[in-house]
């Protein structure tokens, strides 16, 4: 849908040489100026000064499930403004925050019953990493500093998350020696996996792991769905038998489910797919509906006893930001939003409809896998994409995507209806065909 011209080219050429973009140069591609978003839709201006309008496949990287401009949220947001905005959270409380700690242990996995507030999901993985080395030195370990995790792996671009993200194949391989060295499993089988290659994967598992736990504080992982890794999704079983070896060895297991929480892969945790729960559990992007930014850190009440039974008693961590009174707010109803039936009930149902919207790209020459869990739809092509042919072909189909590696994906907001789906999955197939063939 096209409509009236603005003054979006101008704002574009004043980002550019300006602003850094993620993972893009100054002088990079020209961006699309967004002037308005409401519902799953956002008003763009593309670079050639067209004014369009496109269903937002990405969630705005998987954190606005609510859409744009949501009555309840917004509401939340300008009543706490009429309030306060921010306090300091060192020696003082507020009950937003407490609102949402609250919400939080309600909706977590049985037995999770603290919570630290945090700025980002890179920083709640930073401070999960320090909570389980804390951990450990409280226990008498203090040689336990080390952490295990996986290929394929992402947790974030801070330093202590990118130590645990995928050294080899990752984004991060140009910081070796500035990072901290870990230990890496292989990546787990994919989801459809023989039961043969599972026990093959987990036999390997319980072998390093008894080499390598004296060394190590915790296991960390993405449950079934590792993301920017690669939007691999792999067999519960491994989530298994991961909770079942750091039970063995004395490890903490860390779920980093900053992607997977909050319904993205059906189920409301991906460590539900497993029925596990952790110990550790880190959640953000989706928390606040994608209004602002905020994450969340989760642990036990029996990890909780260690620390406050330490010599330093607290968890060593403190952002300036901490518990934004704001951010909270708007987090607190946007759970609100996510536990009415009508919404949790469909990150499930659009699994199906994904599957029915992504089946025809099955037919493309270039395309070597298409897969689906819960509200989350992925097109691998054998080569690399073209992004930014790609992305202009999807907007021109009336849909925003922004690929990755050989990966076209959509995480669509939970608020897209069947129909919506549907011409996701129409846009990112022709996109595909017309950029690749």
């Known amino acids: 849908m096209s409509l009236a ?138 040689q336990r500093r080390r952490m295990i995790a996986l290929r394929g792996a992402y947790h974030g671009d801070t330093t202590g998350a990118m130590s645990v993200c995928d050294p080899v194949d990752g984004m991060h391989t140009q910081f070796s020696g500035l990072v901290s060295e870990q230990h890496f499993l292989t990546r787990p089988p994919r989801l459809d996996a023989a039961a043969h290659v599972v026990d093959d994967w987990i036999a390997t598992a319980t072998r390093a792991l008894a080499a390598w736990a004296p060394d190590s504080a915790a296991i960390i992982v993405e449950p079934v769905l590792q993301g920017a890794g690669g939007m691999w999704m792999y067999h519960p079983r491994c989530l298994v038998a991961l909770r079942e070896l750091a039970d063995a060895h004395g490890l903490l297991l860390i779920a980093d489910e900053i992607a997977t929480g909050f319904h993205r892969t059906g189920p409301r945790w991906g460590c539900d797919h497993a029925g596990i729960v952790p110990d550790v559990m880190c959640v953000g992007k989706a928390l606040t509906g994608g209004y602002m930014t905020l994450a969340a850190l989760l642990c036990s009440r029996s990890v909780g006893e260690v620390i406050s039974g330490s010599e330093l008693r607290a968890l060593m961590h403190g952002p300036t930001f901490m518990a934004n009174p704001l951010a909270c707010a708007v987090a607190a109803a946007s759970l609100g939003v996510l536990e009415d039936p009508a919404v949790s009930v469909r990150p499930a149902a659009m699994a199906a409809e994904l599957e029915a919207a992504l089946a025809p790209a099955r037919e493309l020459s270039c395309v070597g896998d298409v897969r689906v869990l819960g509200a989350v739809g992925v097109v691998a092509l054998h080569d690399t994409v073209d992004v930014a042919a790609v992305t202009r072909a999807a907007v021109a189909h009336g849909v925003w995507v922004r690929p990755f590696r050989h990966l076209v994906y959509t995480m669509p907001p939970f608020l897209c209806g069947p129909d919506e789906v549907a011409a996701i999955g129409a846009g990112i197939v022709a996109a595909v065909a017309q950029v690749h063939g």
């Open 5 to 142: 011209p603005g003054t979006a080219p101008a704002l574009a050429a004043r980002d550019r040489g300006l602003l850094w973009h993620p993972y893009a140069p100054l002088d990079g591609p020209t961006p699309y100026a967004v002037h308005a978003a409401q519902g799953v839709r956002l008003h763009l201006e593309t670079p050639a000064g067209e004014r369009v309008e496109v269903i937002d496949a990405m969630s705005s990287w998987w954190c606005a499930i609510h859409g744009y401009r949501h009555p309840v949220l917004d509401a939340a947001l300008a009543e706490q403004a009429g309030r306060f905005s921010h306090v300091m959270f060192g020696g003082l409380t507020h009950e937003p925050a407490v609102r949402l700690g609250e919400a939080l242990v309600a909706l977590a996995p049985p037995g999770l019953e603290h919570v630290f507030l945090a700025d980002s999901g890179s920083v709640s993985v930073e401070v999960a990493l320090k909570l389980a080395v804390q951990y450990q030195a409280a226990l008498g370990a203090p």
